[in-house]
């Protein structure tokens, strides 16, 4: 069996590279001026007022991709909650207080606050800046973090109410969704931005819903992130097999 | 009307975020009223819609209506194809829920509503497929549905092959999407393009002498990620090995309309994208599918033979139909569609049906092993005539809507192939009689077990301890389900209806009358008498139905190491691009 992997690697992945260099070579070259769909965008977003073009794909132009990606992070969470629940041969300890060395939680104190007000921060310029809801929400939610590597588990649990994490990541997803229904109750297409008014470009309340499509991503993914740190971290620190089974 | 066609995957969203939401404080009653509220207004409102779909809809999202012919958006496609499968998909979520009616033992700790909503996530990311009509958009629902259907397998967390089941899914299916979003990048490179259709039309501006190897290279890496969820051979290693330890009412899904979702998707794609000048030519697709399909077919019907662990029987006849489905496809004309529609219609309800029915063996005797089981289910009279009317229409009975498809397709793909579907049916039932007549009669003498055979015993009940009593919506659900294959056959202008609908969304309207033929039929009933005389002889001289040694290799395949499975896929995509290489070449 171990010598017919081996040759169906060898022929397969001899296959699929010939046929990858192959189609590697056809690509058009590198840095050209044809842009078709990259004109078209900047063109979009512009009209509708939001000077983060990627944010204008994310949000406005590609809504709807949005939604299927903020589902899939929803349905990895939900997914971890259901399989990382404790087994019936598992039980609960409390973790033990750790020591942690001084210049170690000075420091992750210390940026504690940094990275959290950088996250929102993030978030809250996607329609302007680089970043937005996915990225903000990733600093924000590892910034909690920080307390475990400063203190110790417990601190971490202290400020990080599940129950609290995994209700405002289900309610973010159901803002995004009522935003995109509200425009099929106004009698436009679904996710249609067409709801608010466009504002000043380059403001914070520029770009219609692209902010609050943009904000309830970033609470989603600050949200899905606790939740599922905290699955795996649970898995590592708190539960464990119980004795001879 | 059209606007509505996003509330499809919108809905089903919106009701699992609100279950996950109020999950704390909801009671599981409340949870599990929400969904079928919520799946069973979604499939209202797919059958309006479908009702509605004549002309063909098309939704631009966010409103982004072309300009000049160019847009930034994301469209859905609200036609007959689409739709029926989305309705489909949603009836199927409501049998599936209805089945699952207060059905897990232990409620998650503060989640009484997890499984409940992760079953809505999975009907909306396969509505979200069903209806993409952006190459893009489509890998994002195909994901979706992926991820969900990892964690619906793995749910019973206790039993270790249920998470090497999911593990194995989730792996295989994973770098089938990965593939799947490469060659999605290298036609994005190509033409600029993600809807479907520009692609399409990008393709043919482009390659002025036809395609080349990117196009070739493109075209394998879409079909790979599709064929891993059609669970063609040999990317099908993952689907015995997840859907015998997946939930019973997560096998009806998986086997009644996610593998099947696979073999639509190849249609939709090769339709729209591959099948103009400058794409991969007809005579290369029918090589490549007819020949897989073929391949996906026997090896199918071979393995679900030599099974005595009913749900992966079940698994493997869900690989030798969708290899039929293919091979329908394959021949690229509008009979063949059209029949191929109508046998997935079918199929889904009879093998979900029949997955209903090995769950109320699971749940009422903590096996579903053919040889344990033997004589032991003498009492569940019902469960019983079902799995004997569910085989038949496995094996194309008529007047079973499965018939009527399987017929349509049999004559469009005439010669020798019909010998194909004759015989990969008769198996598949002929296996799933064998059971019967076993678990559910108790006739001929109880067969030895040989060595290394994954067998079905000792396995754990989904419901809180071993049933006494089989509840009412068990009995209901399958009942149900099989009366909707059975009336697909005989409701008259079924197929027509479906047939024209098929027709206007992927044939250039041409216009084909699906109706029963004498050969058809006679076909039909050959498979059923087949299957009942395959049946007899396993029974009654159970010698038979060992496996012989050259069965032998082909079951070791089957090693349960995500490793080779892998390996295989490699070499899948490898042979599909060598079937796909001369009309490359000869360009």
């Keep these: 069996m171990n010598r017919l992997r081996l040759w169906l690697l060898a022929v397969g992945g001899a296959g699929l590279a010939a046929l990858l260099v192959a189609a590697c070579l056809d690509l058009p070259g590198f840095g050209g001026r044809r842009h078709p769909y990259g004109d078209r965008a900047v063109q979009a977003s512009l009209a509708r007022h939001t000077a983060n073009t990627i944010s204008s794909v994310n949000f406005d132009q590609r809504a709807y991709d949005t939604l299927g ?89 202290r400020v990080r109410p599940l129950g609290v994490y995994e209700t405002s990541d289900a309610v ?37 819903t692209v902010p609050l499509l943009n904000a309830a991503i970033g609470m989603e993914v600050a949200s899905a992130v606790v939740v599922l740190l905290a699955h795996f971290l649970d898995q590592a620190v708190e539960i464990e097999e119980e004795q001879g089974s | 009307m059209h606007h509505l066609i996003p509330l499809l995957v919108a809905v089903p969203l919106l009701g699992a975020a609100l279950l996950v939401a109020t999950g704390r404080v909801l009671p599981r009653i409340a949870a599990e009223i929400t969904g079928f509220v919520v799946s069973g207004g979604t499939a209202a409102l797919a059958v309006v819609l479908l009702l509605n779909s004549e002309p063909p809809m098309v939704e631009w999202i966010g409103g982004w209506l072309p300009v000049g012919g160019e847009s930034v958006g994301i469209l859905v496609v609200g036609d007959g ?33 997890a499984f409940t909503a992760l079953m809505l996530v999975f009907q909306g990311a396969m509505c979200g497929f069903a209806i993409a009509g952006d190459l893009f958009n489509a890998f994002v629902f195909f994901e979706l549905m992926s991820v969900v259907a990892y964690a619906l397998t793995g749910y019973r967390i206790d039993e270790a092959k249920a998470v090497q089941g999911a593990l194995t899914f989730g792996v295989v299916n994973s770098l089938g999407a990965y593939a799947m979003l490469m060659g999605i990048a290298l036609l994005y490179a190509r033409t600029g393009e993600l809807a479907m259709t520009k692609i399409g039309r990008g393709l043919d501006a482009t390659g002025h002498g036809g395609p080349d190897a990117l196009v070739l290279a493109s075209f394998v890496l879409v079909l790979t990620g599709l064929l891993v969820k059609a669970a063609a051979v040999p990317f099908h290693f993952w689907l015995p090995d997840a859907h015998a330890v997946a939930p019973t009412p997560v096998c009806m899904l998986l086997s009644g309309v996610m593998v099947e979702l696979g073999a639509y998707g190849v249609w939709r794609v090769y339709g729209t994208v591959f099948a103009g000048p400058g794409g991969i030519p007809a005579a290369d697709l029918t090589r ?29 006849s869900t690989v030798a139909h969708t290899g039929l489905f293919l091979v329908g496809l394959g021949i690229l004309t509008p009979e063949g569609d059209d029949g191929v529609a109508l046998y ?19 749940d009422r005797f903590g096996s579903v092993d053919e040889h344990a089981l033997h004589g032991q289910a003498r009492r569940l009279r019902a469960t019983g005539v079902m799995f004997a009317v569910g085989a038949l229409g496995l094996a194309g009975l008529p007047p079973f809507g499965t018939a009527l498809g399987k017929s349509v397709t049999e004559e469009a793909v005439g010669g020798p192939l019909t010998l194909v579907f004759v015989a990969a049916s008769a198996i598949t039932a002929g296996a799933v009689l064998r059971v019967t007549a076993r678990v559910f009669l108790g006739l001929g003498p109880r067969p030895e077990d040989a060595e290394y055979e994954t067998s079905g015993s000792d396995e754990e009940p989904e419901t809180s301890g071993l049933l006494s009593r089989i509840p009412d919506t068990m009995t209901t659900v399958p009942a149900v389900l099989l009366a909707a294959a059975f009336a697909a056959g005989v409701a008259p202008g079924f197929g027509a209806v479906v047939a024209r609908s098929v027709n206007e969304a992927g044939s250039g309207g041409a216009h084909v009358f699906v109706h029963w033929t004498l050969t058809g039929v006679l076909l039909g009933v050959a498979s059923s008498v087949l299957a009942v005389a395959l049946a007899g002889l396993a029974v009654t001289r159970p010698g038979w139905t060992a496996a012989p040694g050259w069965a032998a290799p082909l079951r070791r395949l089957q090693s349960g190491h995500v490793g080779d499975y892998v390996a295989w896929l490699l070499m899948g995509a490898t042979v599909l691009g060598a079937l796909a290489l001369p009309g490359v070449l000869g360009s």
């Design chain 2, 288 to 316: 490549a599918l007819v020949t897989l399909g073929t391949l996906t077919a026997a090896i199918g019907a071979v393995m679900c033979w030599y099974q005595r662990h009913i749900k992966r029987l079940l698994a493997y």
């Design chain 2, 344 to 362: 997935i219609l079918g199929h889904a309800g009879v093998k979900a049906a029949l997955f209903a029915c090995a769950g109320v063996l699971l």
């Design chain 2, 81 to 113: 194809p689409a739709l029926g499968m989305a309705t489909a998909v949603s009836l199927l979520t409501l049998a599936a829920l209805a089945y699952a009616w207060r059905y897990f033992d232990e409620p998650l700790g503060g989640h009484s509503g």
């Design chain 1, 172 to 208: 973010a997803v159901c803002a995004y969704l009522v935003l995109g229904l509200a425009s099929v109750l106004a009698g436009t297409a679904f996710l249609a931005n067409t709801l608010l008014p466009y504002g000043t470009f380059n403001t914070l309340s520029s770009g219609g």
């Design chain 1, 69 to 157: 990606e903020m589902s899939i992070l929803f349905a990895a969470v939900l997914g971890c909650v259901v399989l990382l629940r404790q087994a019936r041969d598992e039980h609960r300890d409390r973790p033990e207080p750790a020591e942690v060395a001084r210049p170690v939680r000075r420091y992750a104190l210390l940026v504690l606050p940094v990275a959290l007000v950088t996250g929102l921060y993030v978030v809250a310029h996607g329609q302007l800046s680089p970043g937005g809801g996915f990225q903000g929400g990733v600093v924000a939610a590892t910034a909690l973090h920080l307390l475990y590597l400063g203190a110790d588990y417990g601190a971490l649990e």
